[in-house]
Structures are given as structure tokens and as C-alpha cells.
T-cell receptor, first 114, second 111 residues
Framework: KQEVTQIPAALSVPEGENLVLNCSFT??????LQWFRQDPGKGLTSLLL?????REQTSGRLNASLDKSSGRSTLYIAASQPGDSATYLC?????????????FGKGTLLTVNP | SQTIHQWPATLVQPVGSPLSLECTVE??????LYWYRQAAGRGLQLLFY??????ISSEVPQNLSASRPQDRQFILSSKKLLLSDSGFYLC??????????FGPGTRLTVL
């Protein structure tokens, strides 16, 4: 059974700092990995999708890497801003017939202080 | 561009009452559709998955059911709500890339 762990559970940083959020998964046979952002009381916003054959994806100040063999992904946020404050969720989809099914971590609550 | 709608946004229902939550997607055809529940202090749990009209897969046995009467409409139902059904219900869709996109969610409180 796939398990996804996100460390740290919470992180508080001053504005402008670069930061890294970590995600690990127990079964390396994944189809893809997706990073989401969730604001309080809101739905999830997709940030980045990394296919299993890829090593990284970039969007603006965000960069996500994937090391499938070691079961790890990192989300790098450059020059953090107060508007980045949210919960960040990592999710992996299974391979083969279960590639539709996302297994989520419990998230990292990020607070960026002005 | 694609958009996904859910309603109602919030709902307070007594135990034993029925439930109907609706999700619709615009701007895409033949999407895969999903219902998730996010309970306080827990991660997201996949409840149902659909690849087409009338095709529903249940991931977790429970007193909830799902239906897909039209290509871009997904409905979550219950005949009798339990206290444990309280939570934040999220609908999502995906296309060929398998990237999932989520709706704004429905906050359900069962009293």
C-alpha cells in the first residue's frame, strides 16, 4: 500500500527566504507526482505535475524535483512571499491500472511572515 | 479554459437526512471525474471515480453513492447521513495528462 509522507508538517519563514518542502513515498512504481496548494476552506490548486519519466518541473518561482528510485520529491519555492502562505500537498498516482488514483500526503502548512 | 463547479458551498444537515452534492465541469469532453473527502486532521480520501457516463468505481465502502448522468456531471448522494459523513467534499477532473484539477469544495456538517 502506497504511503506518502510530507516533512515538515509546518514551516514558518520570513519573507524573501528560499525554502524546500519534502515529500517521500514508499512504492516507487508511480505514474506521476503532483504538487498542490490549498488555502484555508478552499479547494486544491494544482501547482506542478511531474511524470514518472521526468526529473523536474518548473513554474515561475516553483521548482519540483522527482527521484523515483529513492521515493522522494522536493518542492523549492524561491523568494517566498506572504501570499505563498498555504498548505502544500504532495500526491502520487499508481502505475498500471491504478494510475488514476492519487495517494496524498497530509501536507505542509507554510506561513511566510512579512 | 476548463472550469469545475460544485454546489452547494456549505451544507448543514441532520443525521438521517438525504444528501445530494453536484459537480459540473466545463470546457472539456469525456473527463475522468472524482469525489474526495477531506476530514479534519486527515488526508484526502478518494471515494468514487468515473471514466464515463454511468461508470462508477467505489474506492471505500460506505453509505454514500455516486452517479454520472451526463458526461460532465457527477453527483454524490446518500439516503441517510451519519455523523461521520461530515467533512469537506471535493470533486476533481482529469484528462489525458492525468493531471487532476479540483473544484472549490462543499463543507458538509451533519448534526
Amino acid at each position: 500500500k502506497q504511503e506518502v509522507t510530507q516533512i515538515p508538517a509546518a514551516l514558518s519563514v520570513p519573507e524573501g527566504e528560499n525554502l524546500v518542502l519534502n515529500c517521500s513515498f514508499t512504492d516507487s512504481a508511480i505514474y506521476n507526482l503532483q504538487w498542490f496548494r490549498q488555502d484555508p476552506g478552499k479547494g486544491l490548486t494544482s501547482l506542478l505535475l511531474i511524470q514518472s519519466s521526468q526529473r523536474e518541473q518548473t513554474s515561475g518561482r516553483l521548482n519540483a524535483s522527482l527521484d523515483k528510485s529513492s521515493g522522494r520529491s522536493t518542492l523549492y519555492i524561491a523568494a517566498s512571499q506572504p501570499g505563498d502562505s498555504a498548505t502544500y500537498l504532495c500526491a502520487v498516482s499508481g502505475s498500471g491500472g491504478s494510475n488514476y488514483k492519487l495517494t496524498f500526503g497530509k501536507g505542509t502548512l507554510l506561513t511566510v511572515n512579512p | 479554459s476548463q472550469t469545475i463547479h460544485q454546489w452547494p458551498a456549505t451544507l448543514v444537515q441532520p443525521v438521517g437526512s438525504p444528501l445530494s452534492l453536484e459537480c459540473t465541469v466545463e470546457g472539456t469532453s469525456n473527463p475522468n471525474l472524482y469525489w474526495y473527502r477531506q476530514a479534519a486532521g486527515r488526508g484526502l480520501q478518494l471515494l468514487f471515480y468515473s471514466v464515463g457516463i454511468g461508470q462508477i468505481s467505489s474506492e471505500v465502502p460506505q453509505n454514500l453513492s455516486a452517479s454520472r448522468p451526463q458526461d460532465r456531471q457527477f453527483i454524490l448522494s446518500s439516503k441517510k447521513l451519519l455523523l461521520s459523513d461530515s467533512g469537506f467534499y471535493l470533486c476533481a477532473w482529469s484528462g489525458l495528462s492525468n493531471e487532476q484539477f479540483f473544484g472549490p469544495g462543499t463543507r458538509l456538517t451533519v448534526l
